[in-house]
Nanobody
Framework: QVQVVESGGGSVQAGGSLRLSCAAS????????MAWYRQAPGKQREAVAS???????NYADSVKGRFTVSRDNAKNTMYLQMNSLKAEDTAVYYC????????WGQGTHVTVSS
């Protein structure tokens, strides 16, 4: 079994910062791409950022220059540093591990007040 757990969400004022973590555990026999998604109230889930096992990162246009994704392969952990947060960043943030059929975490809430 594989477990994916996000943490680090919370409430912050616009312009502030948060750092999310995603820890994967269980039977993980190789290093794979991991990604962050988010789902705002009443909207579809959207991709935010991804990072390959080699550390190649991709970002949604809406977060480029403000968010930074990183990972620690030894710990099977991915991070999302979010700076200059905006009200429109308010969402539940999910982590996905691209292993087999894919594994999702339960999500962590981020609320940005303007």
């Amino acid at each position: 079994q594989v477990q994916v757990v996000e943490s680090g969400g919370g409430s912050v004022q616009a312009g502030g910062s948060l750092r999310l973590s995603c820890a994967a555990s269980g039977i993980i026999n190789r290093i794979v791409t991991m990604a962050w998604y988010r789902q705002a109230p009443g909207k579809q889930r959207e991709a935010v950022a991804s990072i390959t096992r080699e550390g190649i990162a991709n970002y949604a246009d809406s977060v480029k220059g403000r968010f930074t994704v990183s990972r620690d392969n030894a710990k099977n952990t991915m991070y999302l540093q979010m700076n200059s947060l905006k009200a429109e960043d308010t969402a539940v943030y999910y982590c996905k591990l691209f292993l087999g059929e894919g594994y999702w975490g339960q999500g962590t809430h981020v609320t940005v007040s303007s």
